[in-house]
């Protein structure tokens, strides 16, 4: 696997290395020591999935908060996604700031999303299938996020009028969540 520093401290797009024959490709996804080598934290708690049905698709901007800080490795097996990550970290250089990245089925990369960031996606075809591996379980108590179209974000997501659930509509902004 081939590892890409984003401007984010700790977020990376991950390349896996494809060996491809006749018969198609064969590819790591997930490497424990070369995570720890890199800092990374290696732990996989729980896995889902995310099908999404029509492009246009907005999930996000979801992360959880202590003590369930959670990190994310996002991969996307059908289609394509527009993946976003924002540093909530307090303290950090680049608090408020976002990092985006394409990912496909066809390019087979990944992002790694540190804990104490928030992560969104948009699908950017129909019949998207997103998969997960999160170093916490899901907490729903502890289940938070930021409004997708938030003006200190200024996120340039890709499709205008996006397809979201009500809960993902009615997220909190920045300031309100991180009070300055």
């Not at 999160?134 to 997501?157: F, K, Q």
Request: net charge negative; proline share 6%.
């Amino acid at each position: 696997m081939k590892y890409h520093q984003t401007p984010l401290a700790g977020a990376f797009v991950i390349e896996s290395v494809r060996v491809e024959d006749d018969r198609g490709y064969f590819a790591r996804t997930f490497c424990e020591t070369e995570f720890e080598e890199r800092g990374l934290n290696p732990r996989v708690t729980q896995c889902s999935v995310s099908q999404n049905r029509r492009r246009g698709t907005l999930r996000g901007l979801h992360f959880q908060k202590a003590p369930a800080e959670e990190a994310k490795l996002v991969r996307c097996a059908r289609g394509a996604i527009f993946d976003v990550v924002v540093d909530l970290r307090q303290g950090s250089s680049t608090f408020g700031r976002w990092f985006a990245e394409t990912l496909s089925a066809d390019n087979g990369w990944m992002l790694y999303v540190p804990e104490g960031c928030a992560h969104g996606f948009q699908s950017l075809s129909d019949d998207v299938e997103v998969a997960y591996q999160m170093s916490t379980a899901y907490r729903p108590e502890l289940s938070v996020g930021i409004r997708w179209n938030d003006p200190l974000l200024g996120i340039e997501w890709p499709l205008s009028d996006p397809i979201l659930s009500d809960r993902d509509r009615a997220l909190p902004l920045l300031q309100e969540l991180f009070p300055r």
